[in-house]
Structures are given as C-alpha cells and as structure tokens.
C-alpha cells in the first residue's frame, strides 16, 4: 500500500514497488540522457554497425525514462534536453570522415533523416511531462480546497425562522 498524505490508499503491484523512482534536476535529466543516449550508440556501433533503426528505437525508452525521472519542478527541461541527447548519441554513428567538417555534416545529415525519431521521442518526452504536470496542478487544487474547507468555521445551525405577522394570510 502507497499512501500520501491526504490522499487515499492504493495497492501497487509488488513489480512496480521494485523499479527506481529517481528524482534528477533538469541538468541531472539532460546529462543522463545524454550519456545513455552516447552510451547506446556506441554499443550500437559496436555490435550492430551503427544501426540508425535500432538507435532510434532506443531513443523513445531513454526520452520516456527522462520524462517520468525528473523532479516535478524541473518538468519543463525534459522536451528540451531530450532532443540534446539524440544529437549527442548520434555522433558515433553518423560516420563521415575523420575531419571536424566531414564529421559534422555527417552528423548534421543523421540529423536530418531521423528526424522522425527526434520528433517521436520529443512529443513522448512532452507528453508526459504535460500528463505529470496536470495531475500536479490537479493535486495542488484539491489540497488548497481540503485546506480551505479545513480552516472554515463551522457555524451553528440556524434556527427555523418563525413566521411573520405579515407571512401570515
């Protein structure tokens, strides 16, 4: 059982109480996004050849772990740190040749063409983060009322009015 404060018990299944729950800062968020993302590339072009499928899979995971690991306040950095780490992780394999313009216009083309999974890993990224932020607001909204109607007086019952000499027929 999970509970917050003021918040109803719920059951949580025993393989979700096993998976971490860390709370990075938006520079934390962008940093381990950008080091799994080069970190993945370069198992990638290891193993696979640098397989730009397999990459670009791997990305959307990576871009939803950033979006549901960042603290609640830094909620606005995971859509930009996200696309940050793509062009990070691309480096290894882009290709190109060994010189700094041959290497930056390959990894500006890979850019390019995987647009798609920049895009998807984007919009998962955001959607997410939006999703975490409603519900937060949603929260806040409840408690303020819990509280508002915790502080209000409680006021005696009124008594029945009594009928009027001018109620009467």
Known sequence: MVSTPGARARRVPP???????????GIGAGLFAA????????????????????YGVLFLPVSALTALWVRPADLVTAPISVP???????????GGTGNFGGQTMAVVTALAVHAGWLYGGTLIAGLIATVRKVR??????????????????????RPPRRPRAKDKP
């Open 15 to 25: 393989v979700l109480r096993r998976l971490p729950n860390p709370r990075l800062t």
């Open 35 to 54: 080091a799994v993302m080069f970190a993945l590339a370069c198992l990638d072009w290891l193993l696979f050849d640098g397989s730009s499928v397999l």
């Open 84 to 94: 940050i780490a793509f062009a990070v992780g691309v480096i290894p394999i882009a």
């Open 136 to 157: 937060l607001m949603r929260q806040r909204r409840r408690r303020m009322r819990l509280a508002a109607q915790a502080a209000r007086p409680t006021r005696p019952a």
